[in-house]
Every structure is written in structure tokens, then in C-alpha cells.
């Protein structure tokens, strides 16, 4: 039998941290869906590299015009940037990079190279003017198409669309065969916080964990 869910949580159901509930709808705690970690580039004023960790994001588009859709918050350096330089790369490091990409959550000051203080070195782009991460095994070069806030009343996050103009891949994580292909991307995914909507029991909070490639049915 399936569990009806409201759209707020239930008195009982207590956030971990302050405004968990306002940043995040619940249900992302319920239905647990991992998804792919990516660190979004961007380019500050003084030239430096701004980071930001994001788990929000996916390609979409045609085969002729490739996407790219980023949410972001709206009070972030990534919104600001892209809507004043008007581009973005998208970089998927492996799960073994986790100790310097978690860096990139810290609050640096503006004259701060991001990349530079978490560990990470830049690698010249083709097309845009925004800095890729070499140690990711693929970076996407993105010009932006349109930011639309996502909230119609209280606005937290924005919706960003960009242009695939370019795309890049390490040669080492390639294979001719697709389970090995998948082992040597080494995909960084999150896994939400647990949420028991039953029991209002909060069972772990997020953590990153790598494609079960064992588990793979070909469908």
C-alpha cells in the first residue's frame, strides 16, 4: 500500500539543520533519489575561479542542441556569475576526488581562487572563458540560455538552461565495454538524508556513493 505524502511535513518530522525544510522539499528525504555530484565553474571578477558543489543538475535537449539544466540558490555566487558572464562548465569528478571537491562547499573570500585552495587545478576551456577542472574525468562548456526563479512566491532557487557548445573527456575512462566504462568514471553520486514518513525517524544523513556496476541489468 502506498503512503499518501503532504506537501509540508508533518509536525514530527524534524529537520536535521536549520531551514532544511525551506531549502529542500521534504520529499527529497522520502523518495531518496541519488543523483550525479558535478562541480559548476564559474569566473570572478578578478578573474579567479569560483567552485560550487551541485548534485541539481542534467543534460537534456536534442541531439543537435544539447542542454544543460542547473538549479542553483539565488543567493549564490553560481547564480550571480552566470547571469553576469553569461557561462558556466560543468565538471564530473570520480568518487576518489572527494576530499578536495568537498571543499569547494567552504565559503571563500572573492580574492580566493576556489579551485586553487580546494586542491584542484584549472585546464584551459575551448570555447568559453571559464575554467575546467583537469581532474575531473569530463567537463561541459556551457552558454547560458535564460534563469528563471523556480518559486512563485517565496524564491530560494533559479532554474539555469545552457547551450552545450563543448564537451570534453578523459581518454583513460574510456573501454569497450560498458561495465568497465562505468568502473573507471568512478561516478560521484549523493545519496539525501533518509526520512522514515511513517515513523518521522530521521535513519542517516547524505552521503556519496559510486554506481553499483555489479548490480547492472541491460534493459
Keep these: 500500500m502506498k503512503i499518501e505524502l503532504p506537501l509540508m511535513p508533518p509536525k514530527d518530522v524534524k529537520e536535521a539543520w536549520e531551514g532544511q525544510f525551506s531549502v529542500f522539499s521534504w520529499y527529497n528525504f522520502v523518495i531518496n533519489a541519488p543523483s550525479a555530484v558535478f562541480i559548476v565553474t564559474t569566473r570572478k571578477e578578478n578573474g579567479r575561479a569560483n567552485a560550487q558543489l551541485n548534485a541539481w543538475g542534467m543534460m537534456?535537449?536534442?541531439?543537435?542542441?544539447?542542454?544543460?539544466?542547473?538549479?542553483?540558490?539565488?543567493?549564490?555566487?553560481?547564480h550571480r556569475l552566470?547571469?553576469?558572464?553569461?557561462?558556466?562548465?560543468?565538471?564530473?569528478?570520480?568518487?576518489?576526488?572527494?576530499?578536495?571537491?568537498?571543499?569547494?562547499?567552504?565559503?571563500?573570500?572573492?580574492e580566493i581562487d576556489e579551485l586553487i585552495a580546494s586542491g584542484l587545478t584549472h585546464e584551459e576551456p575551448k570555447v568559453v572563458q571559464v575554467p575546467r577542472?583537469?581532474?575531473?574525468?569530463?567537463?561541459?562548456?556551457?552558454?547560458?540560455?535564460?534563469?528563471?526563479?523556480?518559486?512563485?512566491?517565496?524564491?530560494?532557487?533559479?532554474?539555469?538552461?545552457?547551450?552545450?557548445?563543448?564537451?570534453?573527456?578523459?581518454?583513460?575512462?574510456?573501454?569497450?565495454?560498458?561495465?568497465?566504462?562505468?568502473?573507471?568514471?568512478?561516478?560521484?553520486?549523493?545519496?539525501?538524508?533518509?526520512?522514515n514518513p511513517v515513523t518521522a525517524i530521521s535513519l542517516g544523513y547524505s552521503g556519496l556513493v559510486s554506481l553499483d556496476i555489479e548490480s547492472c541489468v541491460e534493459c
Design 60 to 78: 537534456i535537449g536534442s541531439g543537435k542542441e544539447p542542454k544543460f539544466l542547473l538549479q542553483v540558490m539565488l543567493n549564490s555566487d553560481t
Design 133 to 195: 577542472v583537469k581532474e575531473c574525468f569530463a567537463s561541459l562548456e556551457c552558454k547560458l540560455d535564460w534563469v528563471q526563479a523556480v518559486e512563485s512566491e517565496e524564491k530560494v532557487t533559479a532554474l539555469i538552461q545552457g547551450s552545450i557548445v563543448n564537451a570534453a573527456i578523459d581518454e583513460a575512462v574510456l573501454a569497450d565495454d560498458m561495465k568497465e566504462s562505468y568502473i573507471k568514471r568512478n561516478f560521484a553520486c549523493l545519496l539525501p538524508e533518509v526520512i
Design 82 to 110: 552566470i547571469k553576469k558572464n553569461k557561462e558556466f562548465v560543468i565538471n564530473y569528478p570520480s568518487l576518489h576526488l572527494r576530499e578536495k571537491f568537498l571543499k569547494t562547499i567552504t565559503h571563500f573570500e572573492n
